[in-house]
C-alpha cells in the first residue's frame, strides 16, 4: 500500500501491520461500556525524502485533550535529564525567550521559570497543562501551529530558543509547525527538538515505539530534507539514551550557525538506515518478538505463574494488542500516574494499579514495558530481584534476567 508523505508528498511505501490499535494514552474507567476507538497501526517509509511514517492519522483531539494522563515528571532521571537541558537554554543568550511546545506537566520550563527567564509553554493538554501552570510555568492551552505561533510572535516577541522534547514526532501537520516555527524563530534562534531514534528503533527492534502518538520515526536524513524543505538548516545532533536512544535535533535559520561534524557523521552512518532491506529486517524482527512473548506468557500460564506488567507505558498498548495480551496472561500492570491507576490498558483490558500493588506479593515474573527506564526501574525494585523476582523483557528480544 502506498500513501503520500506528509513532509514532501513523495511515495510512502508500508512496510510493518501493527494491526487493529486502540488509543494508546486512552485508560478507560472499569464502568465505561463505550466502544473503544480503534485504528490501523502501519508504518511506511517515503521513498523520497526518507521520512518514516504512520500511514493512517488518528484525529489529534482524540488523542491530547483534558485527560491526557501522560506526565514527565513520573521518572527521577527525566527530571534531571531537563533541568540539565533547561540550564542550557537559560545561558544561550541575554535575556532569553524559551517556548516549548508540548510542555506537558512543565518538567522542563519549571527551571526556567525560577531562574525568572521569559518563556511559553503551548500545550494542548489541559489536565498536564495546568500542572505546568500550578507550578509556575506560564502556559497557553493550545496545539502548536502557523497561527498559534502567529499571534506568540506579535504577543510577545521572537523566540530565542524553539522547543519540543517528545512532541514533534506527533504531530502530522509538519508545514503548518514549520511555517510557525519560521514566523517566531528569532533571526539568530534555535529550534530543537528531541525525539525516539529510528537508528536505535531498528538496531534494538523497539517497535512499541510506533503507536498513534508517534506519527513520525525522524532519522538525520529525513529531518535534515525535512529542514531544507522548509528554510531551515539541520545544524547539530545530539544522540541520548534516555527513552531507548533519542536524538536531539537542532535546526537553525540558513549560515547563522556552522553545521557540526556530528550531523555528517550521523548522516554517513544512517547510509543504509531507510533501505527496503533494513527495514523488512526490522519487520521480520518483530514477528519473531511477538511469537516468542506470546510463548513465554502462555507457557508461563500453564505453569500457573502470575506475571504483573510495569509501567504502563503507551508503548505497552502496541505490545498487548500486537500479542494478543490481556489479563489472562498479564494479571495487572502497575503504574506510578495517578491519572492511570484504577483504569483498564487500552485495548487489552488489563487493569492498571499502583506500585504498592507490585510487592503485594511480588509476582514470580514482572514483564518490563517500560523498559526504556530499566535502569532506574531495577534500582528502585530491587526488592523484587531479592525476593526471587525475575524481569521479562522484549527489547531487543525476549529474555528472562
Ligand atoms: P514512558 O516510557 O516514559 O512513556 P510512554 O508512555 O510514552 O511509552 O512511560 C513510563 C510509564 O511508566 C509511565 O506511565 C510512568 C511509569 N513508571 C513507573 O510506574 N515507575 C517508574 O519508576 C517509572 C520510571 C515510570
Excluded at 478507560?28 to 517515503?46: I, K, M, N, S
Excluded at 517497535?207 to 529542514?227: G, N, P, T, W
Excluded at 506470546?294 to 504483573?308: F, I, K, N, S
Aim: proline letters at 6%; charged letters at 25%; a negative charge.
Amino acid at each position: 500500500m502506498t500513501t503520500e508523505c506528509r513532509i514532501c508528498a513523495g511515495p510512502v511505501e508500508e512496510f510493518l501491520d501493527l494491526g487493529r490499535q486502540p488509543l494508546s494514552d486512552a485508560f478507560r474507567r472499569p464502568d465505561d461500556t463505550r466502544p473503544e476507538f480503534f485504528y490501523r497501526l502501519a508504518v511506511g517509509v517515503c521513498g523520497t525524502c526518507s521520512m518514516v511514517q504512520l500511514v493512517e492519522e488518528v484525529p489529534r483531539e482524540r488523542m491530547f485533550h483534558e485527560d491526557y494522563p501522560y506526565v514527565s515528571r513520573g521518572s527521577a532521571v527525566m527530571r534531571e535529564h531537563f533541568r540539565g537541558v533547561a540550564e542550557r537554554f537559560i545561558a544561550i543568550a541575554d535575556d532569553p525567550f524559551v517556548v516549548e511546545l508540548g510542555c506537558n506537566d512543565g518538567t522542563m520550563l519549571r527551571t526556567v521559570a525560577e531562574a525568572g527567564v521569559r518563556h511559553l509553554g503551548v500545550e494542548p493538554s489541559g489536565g498536564v497543562a495546568d500542572l505546568a501552570a500550578a507550578d509556575g510555568v506560564r502556559v497557553r492551552k493550545d496545539f502548536f501551529e502557523e497561527a498559534t505561533a502567529r499571534d506568540i510572535r506579535a504577543a510577545d516577541g521572537p523566540a530565542d530558543v524553539i522547543y519540543a522534547a517528545n512532541t514533534l514526532c506527533h504531530i502530522p501537520y509538519m508545514g503548518s509547525i514549520l511555517r510557525g516555527v519560521d514566523a517566531l524563530l528569532a533571526p539568530d534562534g534555535v529550534f530543537v527538538f528531541e525525539d525516539p531514534y529510528l537508528g536505535d528503533i531498528v538496531e534494538k527492534t523497539s517497535f512499541d515505539q510506533i503507536y498513534d502518538e508517534h506519527f513520525f520515526l525522524f532519522s538525520a536524513r529525513s529531518v535534515d530534507e525535512m529542514a531544507r524543505r522548509h528554510g531551515l538548516e539541520l545544524v547539530d545532533v545530539e544522540r541520548l539514551a534516555v527513552h531507548g536512544g533519542e536524538v536531539r535535533y537542532w535546526l537553525a535559520r540558513p549560515g547563522v550557525r556552522p553545521r557540526t561534524a556530528a550531523v555528517d557523521a550521523l548522516l554517513a552512518e544512517e547510509a543504509e538506515l531507510a533501505s527496503r532491506v533494513v527495514l523488512d529486517g526490522f519487520a521480520n524482527r518483530v514477528q519473531k518478538i511477538r511469537a516468542d512473548l506470546v510463548a513465554l506468557l502462555t507457557d508461563l500460564r500453564e505453569r500457573g505463574e502470575r506475571v504483573v506488567g510495569y509501567g504502563a507505558t503507551a508503548k505497552s498498548a502496541t505490545v498487548t494488542n500486537l500479542c494478543g495480551i490481556g489479563p489472562d496472561l498479564v494479571e495487572f500492570i502497575c503504574d506510578t500516574t495517578p491519572a492511570k491507576q484504577h483504569r483498564l490498558a487500552p485495548g487489552s483490558g488489563i487493569p492498571v494499579r499502583p506500585p504498592a500493588d507490585f510487592a503485594d506479593p511480588y509476582p514470580p515474573y514482572a514483564l518490563l514495558f517500560a523498559w526504556n527506564h530499566a535502569e532506574e526501574i531495577m534500582a528502585k525494585e530491587r526488592a523484587f530481584r531479592d525476593a526471587g523476582g525475575k524481569w521479562i523483557t522484549y527489547v531487543p528480544e525476549v529474555r528472562v534476567l
